[in-house]
């Protein structure tokens, strides 16, 4: 009884993790077999079993041969066909796209599978004018589908089929599986295309004219592309596009530009702009109008620095020592403004001229700086240390400055987008180097305002900073739009630059991790439009927003950038155009060694397990993959979680367990006959398939069905193939398989989309097995 006792508290634990999600899945496995060795559930040998088991693997080897087939474009070559359905009927459309899911995904993993035909069903979206949200949950539900159609496709039919071995059984052969998950196929498609297909949203109810595509039509685009004209005398003209601070200060990416008619796509940051050109931009167009002229800032005539300086505020020199601890810092990431109150003017190195980045060049001893602060102020960072030598200098006195720095006033109306937030969020610093160094309000001088004080309408800010700076600040608020027509999309894609759907991958490490951080613009050489995320795009704040696994971003940029991209594991890019080349010429040795597995495994001329082995062997001596490749295709959670949970089986086995869990399932549907004991194990297992990992069920499910089969003298292969077909119908939940979580963002789903369609195929999965298992594997 304490054996028991202890086995069900181990199992309780894993659920519960499992359940929430607190620890990843494989350290759960892990520290399930560390649990039974520990409590002598199991012995040593026992526990590390599962890594040597011909189950753990038959998964690794089948993964490494599922990437072999992607990298040489059999997989996508043969979902080609696909396109030419795409302006047939939609009940024909998510047909056709879940049968070559489900056929794919017999040979080939099941994520793989998803991975590799995502791109092609956006394409087919674009082309048959519908939204992706109609198609992408249907040939997820294919994948998912057809996952069982063999006994080398699935985890859960490798683990019966090992559980089968094991207990002294004939295993299941590798077409064992064909004829139920066939009929399960069948039903689902047909649900799905006459029924479940009017269970789909409709979020994006049809693409815009001029053939602008899904992925466009889902984003908005037309409503987020406008032009922006430069007059003659502008600011701005003569500048690089990084100076013009469209990015930092309005959110507004540039997307092309067109100068004397000539049309220059996904212009470079350094790029000059002329007097004349058109700027064609993407970003939320509310917030430039808002910005636009008086109903932002407008420059004040009046002079108040010097009656800031007389009144509150005073200028002083000094010197950056040698113990300061300044020394090693530049002026953003040191404490003088925001902690201190104390504003840096100007900065003359040690021996030379000021630099001209001034905000980020790091400080050295002997560097003279130009402060302004209140007195107070001043004496303190004198006293502490920070700077030495500390001399106040004449009331109003400003030394000339080598970085051209100027002090302007600005006043505040009623409606700018100032009003009610205080000056971090006003980003005037951040967007364009300006600090605000006093405020006026009511006719009374704030010297050296807090970074939290609100702007109110009426105030007049005292800014200093660049006079390039200030020069951007006015001429930005000129800007005027000048063309709104959805007609410009048609312009910003060629053979060279195109904009696409970018996902983080099932494999993806930069989770929590922001674009800022990641460098992506200049790492990548592509500029991110939008991310969508819960249903919705977002279109500012995107340097910042921490990324998440199902994000999807729109990106813009050279098609060889994007092409790079692909290749990056961490992102999967939506635009079979721009992903890597296939390496075509290694297909038929691809294809070969595909063939010569299921051959051998077909005939037992040789185990599965060694089959695969071999054969994923051969496809990097081959050429088909290298052995990086090989590595990153293998998802080692899976190998761990099962080779963590395999010990569990025995255990449970040897305390009693099973026998248990057997004589409760008899107890309740035992004197009903096979098919009410087939309806009873199948719902408790698909249930749980929801929540728990398939291959951590298959292995808590396997000695039940196995003892209950015994004690009522009936087939256990029906019953474990019940466990095998029942931990394959994860169909209800995006939680339940990377493949709903993929589709996700792309397809703009919600949880409730998943509930809707995906419990009545559930349902139809059920009916299929109860009522044909018996008949296939009679008691």
Known sequence: MFELILLFSIILVALVLFIGGWLAVDLVGLLVLAALTLTGLVGASDALAGFSSPAVVTVWAMFILSAGLSRTGIAYRIGQPLQRFAHSSEWLLVAMLMLVASLLSALINTITVAVILLPAAMDLARRSGRPPSRLLLPMALGCLLGGPFTGISTPPNMLVTDALRNAGLAPFAIFDFTPITGAIVLAGILFMALVGRHLLPRRSLQTQEGGSSATETTYQLDTHVFSLAIRPGSPLAGRTLRETRLGSALHLTVLALRRRGEMRLAPDPSERIQAGDVLIVHGPIEHLRRFHGSRHLRADPSNLTGGLVAGCLQIARGVVGEDSPLVGKSLAQSSLRREHRVHVLSLRAEGGEGGQDMLHRPLAAGDALVLLGTRDALEEVGKLGIVQDVEMLDAGQVPGDPSGSAFMSVHVPQGSVLVDHDLTESRLGNAFGLTVVGIVRDGEPQCMPSPEEIVRAGDTLVLHGAKSDLEVLQSLQDLEITETSPTLLAELESQQVSVTEVLLSPRTTLTGRNLAELRFREHYGLNVLALWRGGRARRTGLQDLALQFGDAMLVYGPRKSIAALARDPDFLVLDQSAIQAPRMEKAPAAAAIMLAVLVSAILGLVPISIAALTGAALMVLAGCLSMDEAYRAIEWRVVFLIAGMLPLGIAIEQTGAAQMGAQALIALVGDMGPRWVVAA??????????????????????????????????????????????????????????????????GGYRFTDYLRVGIPVTIVAFVVCVGLLPVLWPA
Do not use: E, K, W
């Not at 499910?701 to 119908?729: F, G, K, R, W």
């Open 681 to 746: 194990l199948f719902l408790i297992t698909v249930l749980c398939t929801q929540v728990v990992p398939t291959a951590a069920l298959v292995v808590l499910m396997s000695p039940v069905a196995l003892t209950t089969a015994a004690d009522l003298s009936i087939s256990p292969h029906l019953l474990m193939m019940t466990v095998a077909m029942a931990a394959s119908a994860s169909y209800a939940s995006p939680l339940s398989h990377p493949a709903h979580l993929l589709v996700m963002g792309p």
